[in-house]
């Protein structure tokens, strides 16, 4: 099955690089290797538009890991809480995360992303009046903005942002497009971890818990001992797809001007016009990043599941 | 928005098909093809005010698609044998590459690495544009040099995105790019405020200026132009039959404004004495036939959507909601660049 794979795959390589000659295309990955000429508004790494091409792709692929790591996290930590609100017996808070849920799985990520991102740009003062609700910290258009521990040659002293031209400098900022991409990725994931956890709990079987009961265990108890470890094994495969789900949902961010992957890729393919060569190297890294979080996932899921059971 | 949808879903399939196809293409007669076919693909932008934009009906205009049409009318006899494709920045070498589209007049800048490397040829200038900058009149900005700091919105898969980190790399000023992939998205961002400062080509700028602005006269373009941005069509390579009719049709619509030949009066100007009209509209000379096409091909063209100066004017001239002055884009005897080599 691989092996057939295999050969399709080189095949169709073959065709393309094939075709590409014979229409005078330049093909090939050594474009990585020139300068990327252009700028990329945030990152983790010092980066100037000098710098060669694959440089801007690891700009590209860690604002991508920036920004979907943490989403997972607080998807994961909502989606828990909002799925146990669906199951508490106080039906204002029932009612509650029913309504989150049903709103938000409802209307296309890409909708909400948008909406997040134009309300907190309209909203937000300029960055000449941003509020400062706390010393040191400012909220303006330009994104939040606290206060930075920073440490250069022997001394480290706090680096506070200030507004310096149009902009605000220092400190240690989160751009708007961040925000709502950060926003939209873990409410959008929440709802549907939520109806996992919710799923995961009901499936517990009646029996399990009245014996329990039986036994003489406080509610806490068979929470932590009956409920959660059966119900871990019905959620953790569906919350592997949720999070495959929300790694590649984020290449929407480029809707909103968040530097990541996917936009990197659009701006490279343009300079340098090897659009194949890129969608290769896009495919290539969520493929990988996929295949990461499966393993992971996987790990996870085989210490949950029913220990001796296939 | 819902456009944009359909576009992010749109980007690879013309890149999918181009590398997907398993018999190579060979250099074929894209003419006879477009005859067989009945009509001519245009690849168009996905909106660009004065260049191509549909309006509520789905009718196209602007200055590239009267280009289309012009060519539509000199070859096939019908400017509305067109279909215009519209295609996003990163679409649109792969669509001409694969054949989706026998032309692209889609406000492309022509240059050395596009000309050289991605397969196809451009066949001239329609349009002399220069990349500026859009800014609220608020700030009392006078110059691009005053942006330090300053985050500016730019839409991605353009030329612009480069002369951007260029320019402030020579003047040695930091700024932040906001780079959307949708043209909508970019210039929302700005007019929310979200950038002090929007960049694109100064026709995008007036475009998106009059057209988009809750009130114009808020928004001041700055006097630097920071690139050449000379827009023409662009066909795929190997078919020089096809590149000379599309290179000689502009020409023939910058040589009737030459000779005052336009949309109203190319009728009773065909029996002109004049033998420089007489060749361009085939009633002494049949100039058509070295193209591959019949005698009467630029008069149609004209006739059909009026001289250079004419579709200057209704598109992104004075009849127009841009305003632009002719600038670099009037004739080279009135103190522009135009200049068409002789038709004869």
């Known amino acids: ?224 001992h009956i409920t959660i470890p059966l119900a871990l094994r019905a959620i953790v495969p569906a919350l592997t797809n949720q999070f495959l789900n929300l790694s590649k949902n984020s290449s929407l961010a480029v809707a909103v001007g968040y530097p990541e992957l996917v936009s990197i890729a659009n701006t490279s393919i343009n300079q340098s016009g090897r659009a194949f060569e890129c969608i290769v190297i896009v495919m290539a890294v969520y493929l990988t990043l996929s295949l990461i979080t499966a393993l992971l996932m996987n790990l996870y899921n085989a210490r949950v599941a029913l220990r001796g059971a296939k | 928005m819902i456009h944009s949808l359909f576009r992010r879903t749109g980007l690879a399939v013309p890149f999918i098909l181009a590398a997907l196809a398993s018999t190579p293409a060979h250099a074929g007669k894209t003419l006879d093809a477009i005859k067989q076919r009945g009509n001519i693909q245009c690849g168009v932008s996905t909106g660009v005010a004065g260049f191509s934009l549909p309006d509520s009906k789905g009718v196209w205009s602007g200055l590239d698609v009267d280009f289309c049409r012009g060519i539509a009318a000199a070859v096939l006899g019908d ?67 005053q942006l330090k700091n300053a985050e500016i919105c730019v839409q991605s898969g353009t030329t612009n995105e480069k002369n951007l980190a260029d320019y402030f790399r020579a003047q040695n000023i930091k700024i932040k790019p906001v780079v959307f992939e949708g043209f909508e998205a970019s210039f929302k961002a700005f007019f929310s405020g979200r950038c002090q400062a929007y960049t694109t080509d100064i026709s995008g700028l007036a475009g998106v200026r009059n057209k988009e602005a809750k009130n114009p006269d808020d928004y001041v373009i700055l006097p630097e132009v920071i690139s050449k941005e000379p827009l023409g069509p662009a066909v795929r390579r190997g078919d020089d039959e096809w590149f000379a009719i599309v290179r000689w049709t502009a020409f023939a619509l910058i040589e009737a404004e030459e000779y005052g030949i336009t949309k109203a009066n190319v009728v009773s100007l065909k029996d002109s004495k004049d033998p420089n009209i007489g060749r361009l509209l085939g009633s002494t000379e049949d100039s058509g036939k070295l193209l591959g096409l019949d005698r009467e091909w630029a008069f149609r063209a004209v006739k059909a959507v009026g001289n250079y100066g004419e579709i200057f004017a209704r598109n992104v001239g004075p009849d127009s909601v841009l305003k632009l002055p002719r600038g670099l884009n009037n004739l080279w005897n009135k103190g522009g660049i135009l200049y068409a080599p002789p038709i004869r």
Not at chain 1, 7 to 29: S, T
Not at chain 1, 73 to 78: D, E, N
Not at chain 1, 104 to 111: A, D, F, G, S
């Open chain 1, 1 to 224: 099955m691989v092996s057939i794979l295999g050969v399709l795959l080189a095949w169709l390589g073959h065709n393309v690089l094939d075709n590409m000659r014979e229409r005078g295309i330049r093909a090939g990955f050594d474009f990585l290797f020139d300068p990327a000429g252009f700028e990329i508004g945030e990152g983790i790494l010092s980066y100037d538009a000098a710098q060669p091409l694959w440089r801007a792709f690891a700009m590209g692929i860690l604002n991508t890991l920036r920004v979907a790591i943490p989403s997972i996290v607080i998807a994961t930590l909502l989606g828990s809480l909002i799925g146990l609100g669906r199951l508490s017996t106080t039906p204002s808070l029932r009612k509650l995360c029913g309504f989150c849920v049903e709103s938000l799985r409802n209307i296309p990520l890409l909708l909400q992303l948008l909406m997040w991102y134009f309300a907190l740009t309209s909203l937000l003062p300029d960055a000449s009046d941003a509020i400062s609700p706390l010393p040191g910290v400012l909220i303006s258009k330009g994104g939040l903005f606290l206060p930075a521990w920073s440490c250069v040659g022997g001394g480290c002293s706090w680096n506070l942002p200030h507004l310096e031209g149009f902009g605000i400098e220092g400190g240690w900022s989160l751009s708007p497009e961040y925000l709502a991409v950060l926003t939209a990725l873990s409410l959008y994931s929440a709802v549907f971890i939520a109806e996992i956890v919710r799923g995961g709990i009901q499936s517990v079987s009646a029996g399990q818990i009245a014996a329990a009961q039986a036994l003489g265990m406080r509610p806490l108890q068979i929470l932590r």
């Open chain 2, 79 to 145: 400017p509305n044998k067109v279909n215009f494709v519209p295609l996003n920045p990163q679409q649109r070498f792969s669509a001409l590459q694969s054949g989706e589209v026998d032309l692209l007049a889609r406000n492309t800048t022509w240059s050395l690495s596009r000309d050289a490397s991605l397969g196809l040829s451009f066949t001239g200038v329609n349009y002399y544009d220069g990349q500026g900058f859009l800014v609220p009149k608020k700030l009392k900005l006078t110059s691009a040099k």
